[in-house]
């Protein structure tokens, strides 16, 4: 089963990400991260490890454009 992901939480996990890189990642966005993957997995019956592992793939490792 694929795991959908809503562009509010793939947004999140960019802003995340994108400190991160920065080397500038902050507990307050951190912490969003992970309560938006948390309510997600609970509001669609998934594993809360399965939706960000996608979140985290998805972001992190774009497929490349065709």
Not at 13 to 31: H, N, R
Not at 32 to 53: I, K, N
């Amino acid at each position: 089963m694929a795991i959908e992901l809503s562009d509010d939480l793939i947004m999140l996990e960019e802003a995340a990400w994108a400190e991160i890189q920065a080397g500038a990642l902050t507990t307050d966005t951190a912490q969003a991260v992970q309560a938006a993957v948390t309510a997600h997995a609970e509001a669609t019956g998934q594993s809360r490890f399965d939706v960000e592992a996608a979140l985290k793939k998805r972001v992190r490792h774009p497929k490349p454009e065709a």
